[in-house]
């Protein structure tokens, strides 16, 4: 079922004059069903991204823990790690078109088979040059995937419903990423065999999704700049209907990239070995997913913004909590309490923005929140680690409750009607 949209050119950076383009998101029929309509009608893209979350869970501490085994410092490690995001933020501007050009079911084929070539070019060798590219291109291909979840997800859900859509959106990569930690301790022969299995998620990822039925997509290849006054406008927009949002997504961002990127590093200056670190991760995603559920039906129910704050005050409060007591026995169950409540900051942020932002505009606003989450994931990484290079392993939850708090403190500040936000 098709939406008809006017827009300003059909593709994603719009352009001067509006003609009329049908868009059409493969499930929307289900945005006027029930719950369960909805679930059916996208759980065959859950479980493409399931198995491609695992995928990239196994890849991402797979790198971080193969640069520290290499003796770079810190500060290079998050440097190499921070170019993902790079990717992530650069990715913004081409996906959307992507997406409109030939579909949700072939740009998420593209996508995962773009990453499939990535890890197992990793697989050839040890190079920070080598791997600051690799990075780069997965995080330009998983925006893409992300934008084709979130625009497809947002599109076949109604308001009263959103909440609990994008949790289950959370839930299931959660459990998809604390899969692939447990793939790290899989005894294998050569010792690039772990990418092979990366590869081998990232392909398998795209047949639920390609084997679903396509719907209709009309569009041309984007312009750049066109694309880029588009997604200003949307910013410009975001900003004037939803900024709390907007700058939720910002934090959350760098709070999640910080934590897939540095938290291994924090982890190997305590002293941990690569089975403790792959089983700690793994036990971090399934407490990351332990609260999406609640959170998200809580904030259907209740005014956002102020779920949200009360989420910040809680992530600053554990993570100077973790910080100033150092490592004791208590660290592991704080660190999954903390992880536990800042993995639901984005789902809150994005229903926040997606209930005040035109329905047509649903591609856009994926874009550009995952715009802004690309923005914190690029400079998360880069503050932890100068944090953690002047004040040690516990730099790193110093820096955490600085950004809570800082979050808090402008929600405090600005106080804008409520649900208007």
């Known amino acids: 079922m098709g939406v008809r949209v006017f827009a300003m050119r059909p593709r994603p950076g719009g352009g001067f004059g509006f003609v009329f383009l049908m868009t059409t998101f493969p499930v929307q029929a289900s945005a006027v069903g029930g719950w369960r309509t909805v679930l059916?009608?996208?759980a065959a893209l859950l479980l493409g991204y399931t198995i491609l979350m695992a995928g990239n869970g196994?890849?991402?501490t797979l790198t971080a823990l193969r640069l520290i085994g290499s003796g770079l410092s810190t500060t290079l490690t998050g440097l190499v790690q921070s170019l993902y995001y790079v990717g992530f933020f650069a990715g913004t501007f081409a996906c959307g078109g992507l997406i409109r050009q030939v579909g949700h079911h072939r740009a998420f084929a593209v996508m995962?088979?773009?990453?499939?070539?990535?890890?197992?070019a990793q697989s050839l060798g040890?190079?920070?040059?080598?791997?600051?590219?690799?990075r780069l291109l997965t995080g330009m291909a998983l925006v893409g995937i992300f934008m084709v979840m979130e625009s497809w997800l947002n599109g076949c859900a109604a308001n009263h419903l959103r909440g609990q859509v994008m949790s289950v959106y959370m839930i299931t990569g959660y459990l998809g990423i604390s899969a692939g930690q447990w793939l790290l301790n899989v005894p294998l022969s050569a010792s690039g065999s772990?990418?092979?299995?990366?590869?081998?998620?990232?392909a398998l990822s795209a047949i639920p999704v390609t084997l679903t039925t396509p719907g209709t997509h009309l569009g041309v290849s984007p312009?750049?700049?066109?694309?880029?006054?588009?997604?200003?406008a949307t910013v410009r927009q975001m900003a004037r209907l939803?900024?709390?949002g907007l700058g939720a997504t910002l934090v959350a961002g760098g709070l999640s990239g910080a934590f897939y990127t540095m938290i291994p590093v924090f982890f190997a200056r305590h002293g941990y070995g690569e089975a403790d670190i792959a089983e700690f991760m793994g036990l971090s995603m399934l407490a990351a997913l332990s609260l999406q559920w609640p959170v998200g039906r809580l904030s259907d129910r209740v005014d956002r913004r102020t779920l949200l704050a009360r989420l910040c005050l809680a992530i600053g409060a554990i993570a100077l909590v973790i910080a100033l007591s150092g490592k004791t026995a208590w660290m592991l169950w704080l660190i999954l309490a903390y992880v536990s409540v800042t993995f639901t900051l984005y789902g809150v942020a994005s229903a926040i923005v997606n209930d005040v932002m035109p329905p047509e505009s649903r591609i856009d606003t994926s874009s550009v929140l995952l715009l802004a989450f690309a923005a914190g994931g690029i400079a998360g990484p880069l503050l932890v680690s100068l944090f953690m290079d002047g004040l040690g392993p516990a730099g790193y939850f110093y820096c955490s409750a600085v950004?809570?708090?800082?979050?808090?403190?402008?929600?405090?500040?600005y106080r804008p009607p409520a649900r208007d936000a």
């Open 223 to 232: 312009n750049l700049l066109e694309t880029i006054f588009r997604l200003l």
């Open 112 to 120: 995962a088979a773009t990453i499939t070539c990535v890890a197992l």
């Open 194 to 202: 772990l990418f092979s299995v990366v590869g081998i998620l990232f």
């Open 58 to 60: 196994l890849f991402t």
């Open 242 to 244: 939803a900024p709390i």
């Open 126 to 134: 040890v190079s920070p040059w080598l791997w600051a590219l690799c």
């Open 40 to 42: 059916r009608s996208v």
């Open 403 to 413: 950004l809570s708090f800082g979050l808090l403190a402008v929600m405090v500040r």
